[in-house]
């Protein structure tokens, strides 16, 4: 991975864990608790592709494995985000940027989904049963619920910047439209129509007043 790469995920990972250790785990919201760190995994994979997507992932599993105040065995939530952050990767939009929501929708509903059972399913390999007393069909409801609602603050903002250290081209037009963005993942992607029609409505006001400086010139000869 790049130098650039490595510093932004190093830095949108600790903040995203210290969040999530320090606020989001202290709402005491009913069933799982919403996973910022999945999102921000999720953000960089869709930029970075399937290589970097399970570099992330395994990076920021490990330090949520290692940071307090975590109860369970080393190395399982790497492997999870590890192995969703490659599945992730691997729909990274050709284009390098989303022109609808559906499409990043339903990665993060697949991804908690995905997540909460595999989790579980490590958890019941090493004798690990306290999905069984809490309730799987809850936690898998709530967590896919907290985390969509979390996502369109989350993801665009983290795929932008990560574009924009990539000196991606499409950077300045994501950063243009974030706001956009945020807004279209409930919307269907309007956002960006909006963005477009904006810029439309510019440069036809630029023309209108070029236009009328010209007869306004050709007046004053006469």
Not at 27 to 53: E, I, Q, R
Not at 104 to 121: F, R
Not at 170 to 193: F, N
């Amino acid at each position: 991975m790049r130098v650039n790469r490595i510093l932004l995920s190093s830095s949108l990972i600790v903040v995203a864990l210290v969040v999530q250790v320090s606020v989001l785990a202290r709402l005491h919201l009913p069933g799982a608790v919403p996973d910022l760190l999945l999102l921000v995994v999720l953000g960089l994979a869709l930029v970075y592709g399937h290589v970097g997507g399970a570099l992330v992932g395994f990076a920021a599993g490990l330090l949520a494995d290692l940071a307090p105040p975590a109860d369970h065995a080393a190395g399982r939530y790497a492997l999870v985000l590890c192995v969703i952050g490659y599945l992730a990767g691997l729909v990274k939009p050709e284009s390098g940027q989303v022109k609808t929501a559906a499409g990043p929708m339903l990665v993060v509903v697949a991804a908690a989904v995905g997540s909460t059972l595999l989790y579980a399913g490590v958890g019941a390999l090493v004798g690990d049963t306290a999905a069984r007393h809490v309730g799987l069909s809850g936690l898998l409801f709530t967590a896919a619920l907290y985390d969509l609602l979390l996502a369109p603050f989350v993801v665009p903002g983290v795929m932008a910047l990560a574009r924009r250290a990539e000196n991606d081209p499409l950077a300045e037009t994501s950063s243009g439209t974030s706001g956009d963005l945020s807004s279209g993942w409930l919307s269907g992607g309007t956002g960006l129509r909006i963005g477009g029609q904006r810029n439309g409505l510019r440069v036809k006001a630029a023309r209108a007043r070029s236009a009328r400086a010209g007869r306004i010139k050709g007046v004053k000869r006469l």
